[in-house]
């Protein structure tokens, strides 16, 4: 007899999920580790913010929405967006989602089909290829080269195009390599798509967290808006993992499809949690730029500590806030054959916690998240520097 859905199948258990379980068991033992895996913020989420839902929920704002969210979280989104990247779109054009994962489950489940291919970048986000299954699409994926930073060109795009491509699914800054895009490579990947009636979903999650120039939008090439769906969340930007704030801005008719699915699944985000995102949206943004300025300060500490492991190469993230260590130095030895193995050894050994490429559709390489403690990247990077001259 059949247990579970073919459709559930198509679901893998994370690599990710497996590092993290064998952690937790360390954690629950007592050990201390220093944590380089969770992706995100370690900073508390900032008062106003923490404000505005206390007051909300004082003031009985705790029931449902409407679907798509409240007129003025719609509003906030599309105005802080308009602001930040000269986009043009009305608050119908935008979904309030309960975390930004779900905007882009909605989106793919939107305008993905059985047999339908979506064209995915590696390294990519562990849950791209997942949610692109589950939707009955095929990724076709783009590997890119680390020696140019992982670059994405409209070239290298057009050559995996075929009648069944329906979509391209982009995150810049990237998780988990802190690629971010070039605005030119960009511009010519949202043209050719837009000509060839392809839809660019980006994963815009990071957008706050560059640290070299401006960062790339959907939103900002108006004359293919047709064609462009970005998806964003407020849980870096504002250190809300924990609350689920998330949304899309894309032509009303996609929208419309979303917000037909939320219509039966969620029904609409915690009614407290919009009016709170609209406090984070439409406030002061000072606390977004200090973020980053720590952000910034940990990323060169952790690229400092990894530069003085011998064997170890790292290309410089310019976003987000992990590194992707290559490892390949110290890969193919006996209990270390891969970088799974290797994660599994750093952890048990050395008790430090990374993320092996393999989550991410790479084989050489470590993911490390510095959004953690000065003291933490000081302490990990000292556990790397000894458990791998160990291995040597
Ligand atoms: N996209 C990327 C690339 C991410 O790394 C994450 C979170 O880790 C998300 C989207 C989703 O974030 P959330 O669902 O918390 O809004």
Same mark, same amino acid.
């Given at each position: ?301 952790? #690229? !400092? ?5 011998? *064997?170890?190469?790292? +290309? $410089? &993230?310019?976003? %987000? /806030? ?19 193995? #290797? !994660? ?5 050994? *050395?008790?430090?916690? +990374? $993320? &092996?490429?393999? %989550? /991410? ?20 990077? !000292? ?10």
């Amino acid at each position: 007899a059949r247990e579970f859905s073919e459709r559930i199948g198509r679901f893998e258990v994370s690599a990710t999920a497996v590092v993290v379980a064998e952690a937790a068991k360390l954690k629950a033992a007592g050990v201390d580790l220093a944590d380089f895996g969770a992706g995100e913020p370690h900073f508390p989420t900032p008062r106003h913010i923490k404000d505005a839902a206390i007051a909300a929920i004082e003031q009985n704002f705790t029931h449902y929405t409407t679907t798509p969210g409240i007129p003025e979280v719609r509003k906030a989104i599309v105005d802080r967006h308009a602001a930040d990247f000269g986009s043009d779109y009305a608050p119908d054009e935008a979904i309030f989602t309960t975390g930004g994962k779900l905007a882009i489950f909605y989106a793919v489940s939107a305008l993905i089909d059985h047999g339908d291919e979506v064209i995915v970048p590696v390294p990519y986000w562990v849950s791209y290829k997942d949610i692109v299954q589950y939707a009955g699409g095929r990724p076709v994926f783009l590997e890119t080269a680390e020696a140019d930073h992982f670059r994405i060109t409209a070239e290298a795009i057009e050559s995996l195009i075929t009648p069944r491509t329906r979509a391209i699914l982009l995150n810049s800054p990237s998780n988990p390599s802190g690629a971010v895009m070039d605005t030119a490579d960009f511009e010519g990947i949202v043209r050719l798509a837009h000509e060839r009636g392809i839809y660019v979903l980006l994963d815009e999650c990071y957008a706050y967290l560059t640290y070299k120039g401006k960062p790339v939008s959907g939103g900002s090439y108006i004359e293919a808006k047709e064609h462009v769906v970005v998806l964003g969340s407020l849980s870096k930007t504002y250190a809300m993992t924990g609350w689920r704030a998330g949304f899309a801005l894309a032509p009303k008719p996609i929208i419309a499809a979303m917000a037909k699915l939320q219509s039966q699944t969620t029904s609409s985000a915690t009614h407290f949690i919009q009016k709170a995102s609209i406090a984070a949206l439409s406030g002061p943004q000072q606390c977004v730029a200090e973020m980053r300025a720590d952000y910034l300060k940990l990323r060169d500490e952790v #690229l !400092a500590g990894l530069r003085g492991i011998p *064997g170890i190469t790292c +290309t $410089v &993230p310019e976003g %987000a /806030f992990y590194v992707y260590p290559n490892v390949k130095a110290y890969l193919g030895l006996p209990g270390a054959e891969t970088a799974m193995e #290797l !994660a599994s050894r750093l952890l048990r050994e *050395g008790h430090v916690v +990374t $993320v &092996p490429g393999e %989550a /991410f559709g790479t084989r050489e390489h470590l993911r490390l998240s510095y959004a953690t403690s000065h003291e933490t990247v000081a302490e990990g990077v !000292a556990r790397m520097k000894a458990f791998f001259e160990g291995l040597r």
